[in-house]
């Protein structure tokens, strides 16, 4: 079982679309959890942490549920320049080390 | 605030051949990692170095791969033969601490083709 689990997609959805992804991860004892974006042949760049309680940033959510070992990610009105790869990403418990799930390619159409 | 820097951002070699690349992390970043990411997949962390000591290369190929940073700032990978499954893009990140959660800025990748 891969430590990081995410669907790969893709999601093609129009223009001002709401659209979610979802995570899973394997070590409960994880500490941290974050999204990333990676545009085509480009580097990974920090979108937002994820906490507990939830967390908003403009049109994006990210939500935790660490009984279930789940995060999600909900964007709303989503615009042409979000299409991208969100990578799900878990820092372990005692090595800081991140591990990165293979990414979800959405595909935001006029 | 000046980047992470990488190069070359390609390059093609043959299957046997050696190629090394170079980072240059963001100025004052104590914190430095080496990622593969092959097609498709996240990107894996190969080593780690805190100032110029290794914190983490357990999935770094050690048969083949090295990496250094001598002098706690920039860094070198070492492919030494290459495989045709090296290819990927090697990515270089570096971060201001290692002992919490602080951002990894990468730099933009170079691109392996091994033939």
């Known amino acids: 079982r891969k430590e990081v689990e995410q669907d790969p997609g893709p999601f093609n959805v129009p223009e001002g679309a709401t659209v979610a992804f979802n995570c899973t991860y394997s070590?409960?004892?994880?500490?941290?959890f974050f999204w990333y974006r990676q545009d085509c042949r480009k580097e990974p760049k920090l979108l937002m942490s994820?906490?507990?309680s939830g967390n908003e940033d403009g049109r994006f959510t990210a939500q935790l549920n660490r009984a279930s070992q789940y995060i999600s990610l909900l964007i709303r009105d989503s615009k042409l320049s979000d299409s991208a790869t969100y990578l799900c990403?878990?820092?372990?418990?005692?090595?800081?080390?991140?591990?990165f799930g293979s990414g979800t390619r959405l595909l935001v159409r006029p | 605030e000046a980047g992470v820097a990488q190069s070359p951002r390609y390059k093609i070699i043959e299957k046997r051949q050696s190629v090394a690349f170079w980072c240059n992390p963001i100025?004052?970043?104590?914190?430095l990692y080496w990622y593969q990411q092959i097609l498709g997949q996240g990107p894996k962390l190969l080593i780690q170095?805190?100032?110029?000591?290794?914190?983490?290369d357990s999935q770094l190929p050690k048969d083949r791969f090295s990496a250094e940073r001598l002098k706690g700032v920039d860094s070198t990978l070492k492919i030494q033969p290459a495989k045709l499954e090296d290819s990927a893009v090697y990515l270089c990140?570096?971060?201001?601490?290692?002992?919490?959660?602080?951002?990894?800025?990468f730099g933009p990748g170079t691109r392996l083709t091994v033939l």
């Open positions: 990403v878990v820092q372990g418990d005692s090595s800081y080390k991140l591990i």
């Open positions: 100025s004052g970043h104590a914190t």
């Open positions: 170095f805190q100032n110029n000591g290794v914190v983490d």
């Open positions: 994820v906490y507990s």
């Open positions: 990140a570096s971060s201001a601490r290692l002992y919490s959660y602080n951002e990894q800025f």
């Open positions: 070590n409960s004892a994880s500490q941290s």
